[in-house]
């Protein structure tokens, strides 16, 4: 297969990818006022169901690399699920679809913080530049004032930072040769387990359409979760991470269409800022990428 045409395919695979996430946000705030854990739990438990009948098939099924691995699996899981629950409570109070994702999109940008930390890679000035352009229009989006009012950007906001560990994990586990469908099933299974409790205590009842949609919530993360594997697989994260930024423009269309919300005007200006920056990063990569093959 051409690298052009694996390139192409991998763009089309993580469009795909954006636009479930986006209709899973959309579809949690369809299900309304219902407790935040039981949209989580929904969220995992059919992505669990799904890895666990094709891991059984798997010749090293739930087989993990190393012992090592655990500690990794625990704190990407305990992060993601973390991330889940505050991106879930911005979707369901911050009036936005769209802002909450835009905030929650601000993962690669934490992950280059917590990459210097965990693998001691020093981020380049150009990269401190475009983290710092990325929280300036953070802060577009959030509107920081000094009461309640704040608190589900806040959310919002964690969400991104829980999100950017979380992947750091993901990159250390597969740095240690641990299977990325081994990594979703835990992460989905330990979200679901976690959950269970919190489901079954504080469950609210619901109505025929309130089931639907957090059913459709969960098969939208589902597809997003395999989209976006088959795209890491055609290309490298490099060339096409900045392509899930489209995720934002559908969460607009998405809420303007399905839920009459329009984005404010400081909120457009952010996110014009953090896609910018995602950009510049993205393009700042491949050049560097370029030259480093040209001096080796």
């Not at 210097?116 to 000035?125: D, T, V, Y």
């Not at 586990?173 to 989905?188: D, H, I, W």
């Not at 359409?209 to 490099?238: C, D, H, K, N, S």
């Amino acid at each position: 297969m051409y690298p052009a045409f694996k390139k192409g395919l991998g763009v089309l695979l993580i469009l795909g990818a954006a636009l479930m996430f986006a209709l899973m946000n959309l579809f949690v705030s369809l299900a309304g006022d219902l407790p935040v854990m039981q949209k989580v739990f929904f969220r995992n438990a059919l992505t669990t169901v799904v890895v666990f009948v094709i891991l059984l098939f798997q010749k090293k099924k739930f087989r993990i690399e190393s012992k090592e691995s655990l500690l990794w699996l625990f704190l990407r899981s305990l992060l993601g699920f973390l991330g889940v629950i505050l991106n879930f409570y911005a979707i369901d109070n911050i009036g936005s679809i769209s802002d909450a994702s835009i905030l929650n999109k601000l993962s690669p940008f934490f992950a280059i913080l917590f990459s210097a930390f965990l693998l001691k890679e020093r981020p380049s000035i150009p990269e401190v530049i475009f983290v710092l352009a990325a929280f300036g229009g953070a802060m577009c989006v959030v509107e920081p004032t000094f009461d309640m009012r704040v608190l589900p950007a806040l959310a919002g906001l964690l969400s991104g930072a829980c999100a950017g560990f979380a992947y750091t994990c993901v990159r250390i586990l597969a740095m240690k040769g641990e299977r990325g469908l081994m990594t979703v099933f835990f992460f989905s299974a330990f979200s679901t387990v976690v959950a269970l409790p919190f489901f079954i205590i504080g469950f609210v009842p619901m109505t025929a359409m309130q089931w639907v949609y957090l059913l459709l919530a969960g098969v939208a993360a589902t597809g997003g979760q395999f989209f976006i594997t088959a795209a890491y697989r055609q290309a490298p994260a490099r060339e096409i991470a900045v392509f899930d930024y489209a995720q934002v423009l559908f969460a607009a269309l998405l809420g303007f269409f399905f839920l009459s919300q329009v984005p404010k005007p400081l909120s457009i200006v952010g996110y014009v800022v953090i896609i910018g920056a995602a950009i510049g990063k993205t393009v700042y990569q491949i050049v560097k990428n370029k030259r480093k093959q040209k001096g080796s």
